[in-house]
Nanobody, 121 residues
Framework: QVQLVESGGGLVQAGGSLRLSCAAS????????MGWFRQAPGKEREFVSSIWWSGGRTFYADSVKGRFTISRDNAKNTAYLQMNSLKPEDTAVYYC??????????????WGQGTQVTVSS
């Protein structure tokens, strides 16, 4: 089992920045692909970004490319999502996910509880 705890959400004005963190426990972090997803009110959960455990290859949704950056610190068992140039449409609950395989946009086995990000216009 893997436990994931997100933090760093909050209220920010459009154009601002936030950094989300996802602390993992219960399994060797360096062997986990980490992902970020989000769910806005009335919408389905959608993929935001992911980073493979081996090689560090990263993937992004088109809507966040160039604005968001995913990273990981294996020594701290933590993944991050740096969000810049935030827009009101980025408002959502952001979820951290993890999986031992080479997943990208779906198929994650473990999920966090989510952290709210609200971008005001």
């Amino acid at each position: 089992q893997v436990q994931l705890v997100e933090s760093g959400g909050g209220l920010v004005q459009a154009g601002g920045s936030l950094r989300l963190s996802c602390a993992a426990s219960g399994r060797t972090f360096s062997g986990l692909t980490m992902g970020w997803f989000r769910q806005a009110p009335g919408k389905e959960r959608e993929f935001v970004s992911s980073i493979w455990w081996s090689g560090g290859r990263t993937f992004y949704a088109d809507s966040v490319k160039g604005r968001f950056t995913i990273s990981r610190d294996n020594a701290k068992n933590t993944a991050y999502l740096q969000m810049n140039s935030l827009k009101p449409e980025d408002t959502a609950v952001y979820y951290c996910a993890a999986d031992p395989g080479y997943v990208r946009t779906y198929g994650y086995a473990y999920w966090g509880q989510g952290t709210q990000v609200t971008v005001s216009s």
